[in-house]
């Protein structure tokens, strides 16, 4: 029996990652959400792992507001960084493997070119920087882990801007969408197959790897295909990053080169365009 930790469990991820537990009698997992497992309470976190052996920590947990990060820094590091510290060396100090997920936002943007897993990173925002400090982290205390970075994430469940779209929609017949910000939607499902994956075949090739599906567009780009998909007729109008201001600064182009995922895991990449038509049909 492999025993799996997964904290964060009540995020988009989490609950991808409970739809799909049972295809697998042999993994025993524990599904903690935040108000069941305080990541931050290093006490809280090593009592659990006394009580039972996991063989895998899924961490699932994070502080994801990027604009509220810029105004809440300690708060951010304290969740994306101290916190995965501590979870690091519970994981070492009980022979567990981590399974990390980390973010395009490690990235400054700077590039035209798809960033792969050697790619030096330099986050321009509070929130990447602090999921970069926990990425450090883990690879300081840990050699049996795996750093998933990914990007554009949404699901049925949570917030997320597929859903904020088709809620918006509802009240509005016009919308401005970004243009000129670059990158990849991940449909939550599929990049909790691949963790999935990596338990059910107890995969070893230890490191950082990039996931997420084919394709590069923008913002808007990502927009118009939802309307066109639900056919709800709502206009969508084309503006740059400076006409919409926010409090944390975007990377321009944070596409994922997820080369060598599909290589190691041998694994099919879906098309984003996929992933969001699954993803809608899903929710009716």
Not at 147 to 152: F, P
Not at 249 to 263: N, Y
Request: aromatic content about 12%; overall charge positive.
């Amino acid at each position: 029996m492999i025993n799996v930790l997964v904290t964060g469990s009540n995020g988009q991820l989490g609950r991808c990652l409970q739809d799909i537990a049972n295809t697998n009698e042999e993994i025993k997992w524990y599904f903690k959400n935040s108000s069941e497992l305080d990541i931050t309470n290093k006490k809280t976190t090593n009592d659990l792992f006394k009580k039972i052996k996991f063989d895998y920590l899924v961490n699932c947990a994070a502080y994801t507001a990027v604009d509220k990060a810029e105004k809440e820094k300690a708060r951010a590091f304290l969740v994306n960084a101290e916190a995965i510290k501590y979870l690091a060396e519970s994981c070492k100090n009980n022979n567990v493997t981590l399974i990390h997920v980390s973010t395009d936002f490690v990235f400054d943007g700077n590039t035209k070119t798809p960033y792969t897993e050697i790619d030096l990173p330099n986050p321009i925002n509070v929130y990447g920087a602090s999921k970069l400090k926990g990425e450090s982290y883990i690879c300081d205390a840990l050699e049996s882990y795996f750093i998933i970075r990914t990007s554009w994430l949404y699901s049925k469940y949570g917030n997320n801007f597929l859903k904020t779209m088709l809620r918006v929609s509802k009240e509005r017949k016009e919308l401005n969408v970004v243009n000129d910000q670059i990158g990849t939607p991940t449909y939550a499902r599929d990049l909790a197959e691949l963790i999935f994956h990596i338990i059910d075949k107890q995969c070893n090739g230890y490191g950082i790897y990039h996931y997420s599906n084919i394709g590069e567009i923008s913002w808007y780009d990502f927009a118009k295909a939802i309307f066109d998909f639900v056919n709800n007729g709502i206009k969508v109008n084309a503006i740059k990053t400076e006409n919409y201001p926010t409090l944390a600064k975007r990377p321009q182009f944070s596409v994922l080169d997820s080369a060598k995922t599909k290589e190691f895991f041998n694994l099919e990449m879906p098309h984003w365009l996929v992933g969001v038509r699954k993803c809608i049909k899903e929710m009716g």
